[in-house]
């Protein structure tokens, strides 16, 4: 009786193959009293990591590094922050209403 696997036996080949993961950019975002923590493929866009957090996109909306510098949301977000950064996303105020548009309206004309 030969031992097996040895010689002489017909032997398979057990081959894995484990997925190439994209590298993860790890990014805090502040959003008013939140703080949510994202990571997600460096390659996506800001726009992505935002969706990815549950910040609506609003027209107006402005994301800002620690330093103040307005970052591109069509842009990928590792060509713009490092691993473990903080961004601030600022929110358009609403426009005023009844009695307050009224007065900013006379403010500004």
Known sequence: MRP???P???EEEARVTVPVLAPLTRVAVHLGTRRLDVALDASRTLAELLAAAGVPL??????LDSAGRVLDLAAPVAEQ???????HVVAPAPRPRGRAAR?????VA
Request: glycine share 20%; net charge neutral.
């Open 4 to 6: 097996r696997g040895g």
């Open 8 to 10: 002489g036996q017909d």
């Open 58 to 63: 609003v027209p107006g909306l402005l994301v």
């Open 81 to 87: 922050v490092a691993d473990g950064s903080l961004v």
């Open 103 to 107: 007065a900013r309206a006379a403010w």
